[in-house]
T-cell receptor, first 116, second 110 residues
Framework: DTAVSQTPKYLVTQMGNDKSIKCEQN?????MYWYKQDSKKFLKIMFS???????INETVPNRFSPKSPDKAHLNLHINSLELGDSAVYFC???????????????FGEGSRLTVL | RKEVEQDPGPFNVPEGATVAFNCTYS??????FFWYRQDCRKEPKLLMS???SGNEDGRFTAQLNRASQYISLLIRDSKLSDSATYLC???????????FGKGTMLLVSP
């Protein structure tokens, strides 16, 4: 069974379109994330949710909107796509122990977005 | 100073070599530290946590120096399958993000 699954794996679309990426985890973790890995391979946090509550929102254009219907799902919707949005988007989850994130991230396989 | 800095790569080594990766972090309040591994076109995966006293897992040894804000990873007897990018990751306290370094690519050749 896939622990963290995200769809689609590949997405090719035109500038200006709106697209969504879905993520689901079956690990029972409390915290989920979206990371962006650009062409230089730098992995950067975008959003984090803990039990459906947004806890981290890095400096990300408001064209990006995360939604967490329940703690097992975290979707990412992107409006008005731009060329610079081309990247691999990784969903991840982690357990939460006591007062902090344990640091053990479990990543999905990534969604490679190409904007033409 | 960048939050998490790693050696630029790639490191090209022959099988059997010992290779060391270094990492420095800027936030002295950082609480926990990790090494992740990312294969080409795959997702990152946790390789090992880094404990204050240093820790070893088979051929892999991780060290932490809080005073110098420095983390290292040593791989002994390199295998072809060790070829990957190694990411240094630092975590703060509570509702904080895991900050990833840019990674150092390792290429092990026969």
């Amino acid at each position: 069974d896939t622990a963290v699954s995200q769809t689609p794996k590949y997405l090719v679309t035109q500038m200006g379109n709106d697209k969504s990426i879905k993520c689901e985890q079956n690990l029972g973790h409390d915290t989920m994330y979206w990371y962006k890995q650009d062409s230089k391979k730098f992995l950067k946090i975008m959003f984090s949710y803990n039990n459906k509550e947004l806890i981290i929102n890095e400096t990300v254009p408001n064209r990006f909107s995360p939604k967490s219907p329940d703690k097992a799902h975290l979707n990412l919707h992107i409006n008005s796509l731009e060329l610079g949005d081309s990247a691999v988007y990784f969903c991840a989850s982690s357990p939460w122990r006591g007062q902090s994130n344990t640091g053990e991230l479990f990543f999905g396989e990534g969604s490679r977005l190409t904007v033409l | 100073r960048k939050e998490v800095e790693q050696d630029p790569g790639p490191f090209n080594v022959p099988e059997g070599a010992t290779v060391a990766f270094n990492c420095t972090y800027s936030n002295s309040a950082s609480q926990s530290f990790f090494w992740y591994r990312q294969d080409c076109r795959k997702e990152p995966k946790l390789l090992m946590s880094v404990y204050s006293s240093g820790n070893e897992d088979g051929r892999f040894t991780a060290q932490l120096n809080r005073a110098s804000q420095y983390i290292s990873l040593l791989i002994r007897d390199s295998k072809l399958s060790d070829s990957a990018t190694y990411l240094c990751v630092v975590n703060g306290r509570g509702y904080s993000t895991l900050t990833f370094g840019k990674g150092t690519m390792l290429l092990v050749s026969p």
